[in-house]
């Protein structure tokens, strides 16, 4: 369980020299234009990466989660935000049509998103409702054969780029008996009269991720457009979370390994008071302490993933899933921020400066702990794991 097969270090391999050949020349400038690389994506596509884990009838490889979890880590360790754009396009993307669409919506939509020719995206935040995701106040309405829907969506990934086909949307379609609010997804193409592309966010960090917020005025979209099934909408979108959080994790333990990479590297070859700055316990330490975050990272991204790869296989419960996803994401994404302040610490003044990749580091580390559910929702699944009475 906790060795990966000769398959997949093989596969890393193959990632790895895609991320260093044409990712690594790159990031830096995407990074100061702010530029999402859409020419990247159809690459992505030709390497599978978007398939791993869609079925050959769609143009996938019927491969398994643990692969995607993988290919994340490495492009992750090269450029968060081409790790993201993966990350989103499968999990947020390409899974809710894959797990909850029904024959029609899989033909139509899923080819060009598995080969990197289309981009999909995953509308559940709002202005008001993040991780109070049952608070949704998108409202959709069926008037004779459409949906009409009425709405904002904020922090979208993939929802504006030249080639995003699709977003899937959490509204409330009614009201259920207990009078909560029924809250269904639908799926609404680009370019649908009425549904504008905000801006793009000015951000922290990712900035070669494309991220926007969504209105909508009175969009209206067949009435087979329901993903899934009326009222199952919240449900649906927590259960892709769950696979959303292992990868995040994924991607964390790459920007994890990335800064132990560069603090060995500096720590080594950095001269301070005549000798290498890792001849002192001070740093020497640090990085020692480095090392074992991230590899306790590695190990629970994984175990997450080989539990959500047995679980479908029949062998794994969907409880344990939840719990080791959660775990995974709060432990990996605390590693990562706190590895970046290291390796900031270790490069000194030059960790501040934007032509070191450790700046970059830095400033993409934190929406780790926010993002996919943040440190405190992961905190709340875990102790609800336990059997703990949490609210």
């Known amino acids: 369980m906790f060795e990966l097969s000769e398959e997949h270090e093989d596969f890393r391999r193959v990632v790895r020299e895609f991320a260093a050949e044409r990712v690594a020349p790159h990031v830096a400038q995407w990074d100061e234009e702010h ?79 598995v080969a990197g020719r289309a981009l999909a995206a995953f509308g559940l935040t709002e202005p008001e409702a993040g991780s109070d995701a049952g608070a949704t106040r998108t409202r959709a309405r069926l008037d004779g054969d459409a949906w009409v829907v009425d709405g904002a969506k904020a922090f979208i990934t993939n929802s504006g780029t030249s080639i995003t086909s699709v977003v899937t949307v959490t509204a409330r379609t009614g009201e259920r008996p207990d009078g909560r609010p029924e809250i269904s997804a639908v799926m609404v193409p680009s370019g649908t009269p009425g549904f504008t592309v905000e ?23 067949p009435a087979g457009n329901l993903l899934g099934e009326r009222g199952r909408g919240f449900h649906q979108f927590l259960a892709i979370l769950d696979d959303g959080r ?16 560069a603090c060995t590297e500096q720590a080594r070859t950095r001269v301070a008071f005549g000798r290498p ?64 302040r290291v390796a900031t610490q270790v490069f000194g003044g030059s960790g501040f400066i934007e032509e070191y990749p450790v700046a970059r580091f830095y400033r993409d580390a934190k929406i780790l702990e926010i993002g996919e559910g943040t440190s405190e929702v992961q905190r709340l699944v875990i102790a609800r794991g336990l059997g703990l009475p949490v609210d």
């Open 35 to 113: 530029r999402f690389p859409v020419e990247l994506v159809p690459e992505m596509g030709d390497l599978g990466l978007f398939g791993l884990v869609a079925p050959e009838e769609y143009g996938g490889a019927g491969g398994d989660f643990t692969s995607l979890c993988v290919a994340i880590e490495e492009l992750g360790r090269v450029d968060q935000s081409v790790g993201i754009t993966l990350s989103a396009g499968v999990g947020l993307g390409i899974n809710p049509i894959l797990t909850f669409g029904s024959t029609e919506q899989k033909e139509r939509w899923l080819p060009d998103l």
């Open 199 to 221: 801006p793009a966010y000015r951000k922290l960090g990712w900035h070669a991720s494309d991220t926007h917020g969504l209105s909508f005025d009175g969009v209206r979209v």
């Open 246 to 261: 292992i990868a995040i994790s994924a991607l964390a333990v790459g920007l994890a390994q990335a800064c132990l990479e």
């Open 277 to 340: 700055i890792g001849a002192n316990q001070g740093v020497s330490f640090a990085v020692a302490d480095l090392a074992v975050a991230v590899e306790a990272a590695r190990l629970l991204t994984y175990k997450a993933a080989w539990l959500k790869d047995e679980h479908t296989a029949g062998r794994r419960s969907l409880a344990e899933v939840k719990q080791a996803a959660a775990i995974a994401k709060l432990h990996s994404s605390t590693a990562a921020v706190d590895a970046t």
